[in-house]
């Protein structure tokens, strides 16, 4: 008995070990506080059958940019227009979703499918922004929030083991962290 019970206890296993599957993304992002910019990824996991694939997901966005209302503000309250102002309100972020993910998918003609998907996960926020009264030096901050993430898209298969996606996904977070104003 104790064989047969090891044999079902290792066969799953080995089952599943064939139906593994990963995925290069690149693309855009638009988060509302940065404006649009590169994203780049991996997804990896196990497809059930040909129409549902269960695995994890991880990007990595890097944005570098200067908050324009911000330098608006500094020359304003100043009255004098500054590169220096333009060195305050630079940032320079770094946002890393890690995520569980679900995928469904359905034949729409002999090589194409539709699918939707499904993500929720952690997400990881670092931050490096310069401090005003010495905007020669960066701080850095980060942050944790839930995570989720709705999509749908298309795949054209090129091959047995490869195929070409065109995917629009709908993320949301806010990682952020709270803070105290000082008089100096």
């Known amino acids: ?9 290792v066969m799953p296993a080995a089952i599943f070990a064939q139906d593994s599957f990963g995925s290069i993304k690149l693309g855009v992002f638009d988060p509302s506080a940065t ?30 940019y200067v908050d324009q209302n911000l330098v608006t503000q500094f ?17 320079n972020l ?17 090589k194409t499918k539709v ?8 997400e990881m926020l670092l931050i490096y922004y310069h401090d005003y009264n010495i905007p020669n030096n960066s701080e850095f901050r980060g ?3 839930f995570a989720w993430q709705l999509g749908a898209g298309v795949a054209y298969e090129l091959g047995p083991r490869s195929d070409i996606i065109l ?13 105290k104003a000082t008089d100096a």
């Open 1 to 9: 008995m104790k064989k047969i019970l090891l044999i079902f206890l």
């Open 115 to 122: 699918y939707f998907n499904g993500a929720v996960g952690l």
């Open 35 to 64: 404006g649009a910019g590169f994203i780049i990824g991996y997804e990896g996991g196990w497809e059930f059958d040909r129409n549902l694939k269960v695995g994890w997901d991880v990007d990595w966005f890097h944005k570098s």
């Open 94 to 110: 770094h946002v890393i979703p890690l995520m569980a993910a679900a995928t469904i998918s359905f034949p729409a003609s002999f």
């Open 75 to 91: 020359n304003n309250f100043y009255g004098v227009n500054s590169s220096l102002n333009e060195l305050r309100a630079s940032t």
């Open 143 to 145: 942050a944790f929030d």
């Open 167 to 179: 995917e629009a996904d709908y993320h949301y977070s806010q990682p952020s962290w709270d803070y």
